[in-house]
């Protein structure tokens, strides 16, 4: 929330004396095992007999070097060996394995969470044909997981829109996670979405879509790119199919079973700020998914009051390369680089990092998972550890305090990219064909300086205008910001109904109702809102004041607000627009960087130089009396040029 001396209108003092912006529902705590604010890392546990001196081993090894927790992945035998010898999936030993190595990390102070199944998908050889995943046209799921816990073996990947499969799914799972679970304080953990989406399909699908849009999409489905309105209409189905069916009872199982869930949406189809509202703690990935959208989970966990915005981070930092691997210059990363990409995240919403990633090494082992980065005794950064894990610590913590701050809320355009089909060659990757990702959606360069979140129609149907603050869920602005060429019925009758009674709207473009269902409500209710006079397409016209951070080539920064006054950690300016992949040395620069900015807060300008020494982030407070007080973030990355 902003502050509320802040000055947005000409008239604010007249509405300070007789009214506030009622306060927000304060963020829900963390989950308890994250409360350390140290650094987690994924634990890559490769198919084998995981002998109890092996786990010992490594968690003491991350205790000593600064690790908060681990989440422990279980994967494929290492290098693929067919024959190796194993626990069995889901076994008795399996699970006492399991248990013991969660009560020995609780010993040792780390957190512990699982991956809730093996590989990426949800899945396995025991999911029966009328549970796997479906593509239209196929009267059997052809989806099948390679190199999981059970390779060779090639189980089915789950159908992700069927609440019912994934209750039988988690039937099995549930007992032989339940004594490493037991007590509480554990997350469950699904990754990025990796199930084919073109065309996703379900059982029942067909009738549900001709109930919904009155039109049968069946004569549509190989040509759906070549009809967008239909095309909306099918990701308009799909989206809510893997809200209902997917994330909500995941998070819901996850509260049975005594956990915590925390989920990767990205990639999934689906309205992404849903779907990262439906967990209890939404997760990014970089440099896979280049840090900006980060902007998206962040935006998910204000709007919903949770207070962690989990990434898993340094993922193919310089590239990646298929299975087996390995991937460019894996075991030669440099902290320089990682700090980079870390300080990016940070500085959209970030407040804990997870390392990818750890493997599991037997004694004398040389184990690597096949995809950077490479963490361990023998990782090129080892001695560098301890304190940078200190350095992700501190911003962690600090950018943990109090709330989000933001001055203006941005309509997310899920239903321009649910219009627009495929991504150009160019922004394609083996993996990522479709706009629906919103990959590389980004704010308004207009909005610098004033932390814009985004919003969607969900938040919006359910916001009010109350003590000249748009209240939506637990975050509040004072404007709301619509650039999109396409804009859903009931998302459009609410920017209407908020207008109406007051919400300052910058609306760059009159949107098109999307979809083939089309009436006149659209154009009366487009009509209605142009009439308005705090409706405008200028966003000055709007803004009610200067934005919290004015300068020239500002950097990228993240604000929080508590009662105190604000927490900015400002990222150096070599993180801005980072893309991937990261060239190996990219954070070798030799010169200071300055910028001199004005922090706009509690009533007051405040001028601050900001002195960049290479490598280095800031990280201040500023108080509600104007004071500026910067934080020693104490860390240095070695020193390699180029």
Same mark, same amino acid.
């Given at each position: 929330?902003?502050?509320?001396?802040?000055?947005?209108?000409?008239?604010?003092?007249?509405?300070?004396?007789?009214?506030?912006?009622?306060?927000?529902?304060? @963020?829900?705590?963390?989950?308890?095992? !994250?409360?350390?604010?140290?650094?987690?890392?994924?634990?890559?546990?490769?198919?084998?007999?995981?002998?109890?001196?092996?786990?010992? %081993?490594?968690?003491?090894?991350?205790?000593?070097?600064?690790?908060? *927790?681990?989440?422990?992945?279980?994967?494929?035998?290492?290098?693929?060996?067919?024959?190796?010898?194993?626990?069995?999936?889901?076994?008795?030993?399996?699970?006492?394995?399991?248990?013991?190595?969660?009560?020995?990390?609780?010993?040792?102070?780390?957190?512990?969470?699982?991956?809730?199944?093996?590989?990426?998908?949800?899945?396995?050889?025991?999911?029966?044909?009328?549970?796997?995943?479906?593509? !239209?046209?196929?009267?059997?799921?052809?989806?099948?997981?390679?190199?999981?816990?059970?390779? @060779?073996?090639?189980?089915?990947?789950?159908? =992700?829109?069927? %609440?019912?499969?994934?209750?039988?799914?988690?039937?099995?799972?549930?007992? $032989?996670?339940?004594? $490493?679970?037991?007590?509480?304080?554990?997350?469950?953990?699904?990754?990025?979405?990796?199930?084919?989406?073109?065309?996703?399909?379900?059982?029942?699908?067909?009738?549900?879509? %001709?109930?919904?849009?009155?039109?049968?999409?069946?004569?549509?489905?190989?040509?759906?790119?070549? +009809?967008?309105?239909?095309?909306?209409?099918?990701?308009?189905?799909?989206?809510?199919?893997?809200?209902?069916?997917?994330?909500?009872?995941?998070?819901?199982?996850?509260?049975?079973?005594?956990?915590?869930?925390?989920?990767?949406?990205? *990639?999934?189809?689906?309205?992404?700020?849903?779907?990262?509202?439906?967990?209890?703690?939404?997760?990014?990935?970089?440099?896979?998914?280049?840090?900006?959208?980060?902007?998206?989970?962040?935006?998910?966990?204000?709007?919903?009051?949770?207070?962690?915005?989990?990434?898993?981070?340094?993922?193919?930092?310089?590239?990646?390369?298929?299975?087996?691997?390995?991937?460019?210059?894996?075991?030669?990363?440099?902290?320089?680089?990682?700090?980079?990409?870390?300080? $990016? /995240?940070?500085? =959209?919403?970030?407040?804990?990092?997870?390392? +990818?990633?750890?493997?599991?090494?037997?004694?004398?082992?040389?184990?690597?998972?096949?995809?950077?980065?490479?963490?361990?005794?023998?990782?090129?950064?080892?001695?560098?550890?301890?304190?940078?894990?200190?350095?992700?610590?501190?911003?962690?913590?600090?950018?943990?305090?109090?709330?989000?701050?933001?001055?203006?809320?941005?309509?997310?355009?899920?239903?321009?990219?649910?219009?627009?089909?495929?991504?150009?060659?160019? /922004?394609?990757?083996?993996?990522?064909?479709?706009?629906?990702?919103?990959?590389?959606?980004?704010?308004?360069?207009?909005?610098?300086?004033?932390?814009?979140?985004?919003?969607?129609?969900?938040?919006?149907?359910?916001?009010?205008?109350?003590?000249?603050?748009?209240?939506?869920?637990?975050?509040?602005?004072?404007? /709301?910001?619509?650039?999109?060429?396409?804009?859903?019925?009931?998302?459009?009758?609410?920017?209407?109904?908020?207008?109406?009674?007051?919400?300052?709207?910058?609306?760059?473009?009159?949107?098109?109702?999307?979809?083939?269902?089309?009436?006149?409500?659209?154009?009366?209710? /487009?009509?209605?809102?142009?009439?308005?006079?705090?409706?405008?397409?200028?966003?000055?016209?709007?803004?009610?004041?200067?934005?919290?951070?004015? *300068?020239?080539?500002?950097?990228?920064?993240?604000?929080?607000?508590?009662?105190?006054?604000?927490?900015?950690?400002?990222?150096?300016?070599?993180?801005?627009?980072?893309? !991937?992949?990261? $060239?190996?040395?990219?954070?070798?620069?030799?010169?200071?960087?300055?910028?001199?900015?004005?922090?706009?807060?509690?009533?007051?300008?405040?001028?601050?130089?900001? %002195?960049? @020494?290479?490598?280095?982030?800031?990280?201040?407070?500023?108080?509600?009396?104007?004071?500026?007080?910067?934080?020693?973030?104490?860390?240095?990355?070695?020193?390699?040029?180029?």
């Amino acid at each position: 929330m902003a502050p509320r001396s802040l000055a947005f209108w000409s008239c604010t003092s007249l509405w300070l004396c007789c009214c506030t912006a009622p306060p927000p529902p304060p @963020p829900l705590a963390a989950p308890a095992q !994250y409360a350390n604010c140290k650094p987690w890392t994924r634990w890559w546990w490769f198919a084998g007999e995981i002998a109890e001196p092996d786990v010992v %081993r490594q968690l003491d090894w991350l205790a000593a070097n600064g690790f908060g *927790g681990i989440e422990i992945a279980f994967v494929y035998p290492h290098g693929g060996d067919e024959k190796a010898p194993r626990l069995p999936w889901l076994s008795p030993e399996w699970s006492a394995r399991v248990a013991f190595a969660r009560r020995e990390a609780t010993a040792r102070g780390l957190g512990c969470d699982f991956t809730f199944g093996t590989l990426w998908p949800f899945g396995d050889s025991q999911v029966p044909a009328a549970d796997g995943a479906l593509l !239209y046209g196929e009267a059997e799921s052809p989806l099948r997981m390679r190199l999981t816990w059970e390779h @060779p073996s090639k189980g089915r990947v789950l159908d =992700h829109l069927d %609440r019912q499969a994934l209750r039988r799914y988690a039937d099995r799972l549930g007992p $032989a996670f339940a004594p $490493a679970l037991q007590g509480g304080g554990c997350g469950l953990f699904c990754d990025s979405w990796e199930v084919e989406t073109k065309w996703i399909w379900t059982k029942g699908f067909a009738e549900r879509f %001709r109930q919904r849009h009155g039109y049968d999409v069946a004569p549509f489905m190989g040509k759906l790119l070549e +009809h967008r309105d239909v095309l909306y209409d099918w990701f308009a189905l799909v989206s809510d199919l893997v809200l209902d069916e997917f994330y909500a009872p995941f998070t819901a199982i996850c509260h049975e079973l005594g956990a915590s869930s925390r989920a990767q949406c990205g *990639g999934a189809p689906a309205d992404l700020l849903s779907a990262f509202a439906r967990v209890d703690v939404p997760e990014t990935e970089a440099i896979l998914y280049e840090p900006g959208f980060a902007r998206i989970p962040a935006s998910a966990a204000a709007l919903s009051g949770k207070g962690l915005v989990a990434s898993e981070t340094f993922t193919c930092i310089y590239g990646w390369k298929g299975w087996p691997g390995p991937g460019p210059h894996q075991g030669e990363e440099r902290v320089a680089d990682l700090k980079l990409v870390a300080d $990016a /995240l940070f500085a =959209h919403g970030v407040n804990h990092v997870v390392w +990818h990633g750890m493997p599991f090494q037997t004694e004398g082992g040389r184990e690597r998972f096949y995809a950077s980065v490479h963490v361990g005794p023998d990782s090129a950064f080892a001695a560098e550890l301890p304190a940078f894990n200190h350095y992700l610590e501190t911003v962690s913590r600090a950018l943990r305090r109090g709330r989000v701050w933001s001055d203006v809320a941005v309509v997310l355009p899920v239903e321009d990219a649910w219009c627009a089909g495929e991504y150009p060659k160019e /922004l394609q990757f083996p993996w990522v064909w479709g706009q629906y990702e919103l990959r590389y959606v980004a704010p308004a360069a207009e909005l610098q300086g004033r932390q814009p979140l985004w919003i969607n129609g969900e938040f919006l149907r359910s916001a009010r205008w109350q003590g000249g603050r748009l209240v939506a869920g637990a975050a509040s602005f004072g404007s /709301l910001y619509v650039d999109v060429e396409f804009l859903a019925l009931e998302s459009l009758r609410a920017v209407v109904a908020l207008a109406e009674q007051g919400l300052p709207v910058c609306l760059k473009r009159a949107p098109q109702q999307p979809g083939r269902a089309q009436g006149a409500e659209y154009g009366e209710l /487009l009509r209605r809102l142009a009439a308005l006079p705090n409706v405008r397409a200028e966003f000055a016209a709007v803004a009610g004041g200067p934005p919290l951070l004015r *300068g020239e080539d500002l950097p990228d920064a993240w604000c929080r607000e508590d009662g105190d006054g604000l927490t900015l950690f400002f990222a150096n300016p070599d993180a801005r627009a980072l893309k !991937y992949p990261l $060239a190996y040395g990219q954070a070798a620069r030799e010169q200071e960087i300055v910028r001199n900015v004005t922090i706009h807060a509690f009533g007051r300008d405040v001028a601050v130089e900001l %002195r960049f @020494p290479p490598d280095q982030s800031l990280l201040l407070r500023v108080g509600r009396d104007g004071s500026v007080a910067f934080e020693d973030v104490g860390f240095v990355p070695a020193r390699v040029r180029r």
